[in-house]
């Protein structure tokens, strides 16, 4: 198992440009999530997704779109871009209810918007 | 609602001292608590999870945490301390009953001295 992988791992965007974040997982996990990463801030949830189809925002969804067409990916659209959006973004997926609720990380994307 | 406090963004230890990070949760039904770490430029990892069974918990690495119910505390420790143990520790707590979330501290960093 590949586990959960991201593209690209680092970025750079002008402000006001968009871009999609790629996040996939190949353990057949119902719950996926974007998380950001700033110093001093922990992990913030942006989005997450119970099962294809089915998308809710989380703690700081502004500026930021996501979409589940299939269980294994879940991508994160960033519509135009600001410089308050450079961050280091994590996904993560979980079995859920049966798999006691741990998450699995990718290795992660550095987005920086100048 | 549910929150983590980790005391300490910053903790420093002599290589072979006492690891003691702490972390204190919020939580209206009862727990999973988990500690993760993240090495430089890494994903985050599952070091160990509380799930109502044993309050002692063991993870990888040597760690272990115990869950306190009357100190609503889930402190992480780890006898001797290892120059690869430098790495920023966070800690989780599950989101409400039925809920895939997790509510992340917002981490300490542990630097290991020679």
């Known amino acids: 198992n590949a586990g959960v992988t991201q593209t690209p791992k680092f970025q750079v965007l002008k402000t006001g440009q968009s871009m999609t974040l790629q996040c996939a997982q190949d353990?057949?996990?119902?719950?996926m999530s974007w998380y950001r990463q700033d110093p001093g801030m922990g992990l913030r949830l942006i989005h997450y997704?119970?099962?294809?189809?089915?998308?809710d925002q989380g703690e700081v969804p502004n500026g930021y779109n996501v979409s589940r067409s299939t269980t294994e990916d879940f991508p994160l659209r960033l519509l135009s871009a600001a410089p308050s959006q450079t961050s280091v973004y994590f996904c993560?997926?979980?079995?859920?209810?049966?798999?006691?609720?741990?998450?699995?990380f990718g290795p992660g994307t550095r987005l920086t918007v100048t | 609602a549910q929150s983590v406090t980790q005391l300490g963004s910053h903790v420093s230890v002599s290589e072979g001292a006492l690891v003691l990070l702490r972390c204190n949760y919020s939580?209206?039904?009862?727990?999973?608590l988990f500690w993760y770490v993240q090495y430089p430029n890494q994903g985050l990892q599952l070091l160990l999870k509380?799930?109502?069974?044993?309050?002692l918990v063991k993870g990888i690495n040597g760690f272990e945490a115990e869950f306190k119910k009357s100190e609503t505390s889930f402190h992480l420790t780890k006898p001797s301390a290892h120059m690869s143990d430098a790495a920023e520790y966070f800690c989780?707590?599950?989101?409400?009953?039925?809920?895939?979330?997790?509510?992340f501290g917002k981490g300490t960093k542990l630097s290991v001295i020679p």
């Open positions: 993560a997926s979980s079995y859920g209810t049966g798999g006691g609720y741990e998450q699995y």
């Open positions: 353990m057949n996990h119902e719950y």
């Open positions: 997704s119970v099962g294809a189809g089915i998308t």
């Open positions: 939580s209206s039904v009862p727990p999973y």
């Open positions: 509380y799930t109502s069974a044993a309050t």
């Open positions: 989780a707590v599950r989101g409400l009953k039925g809920s895939y979330q997790l509510t």
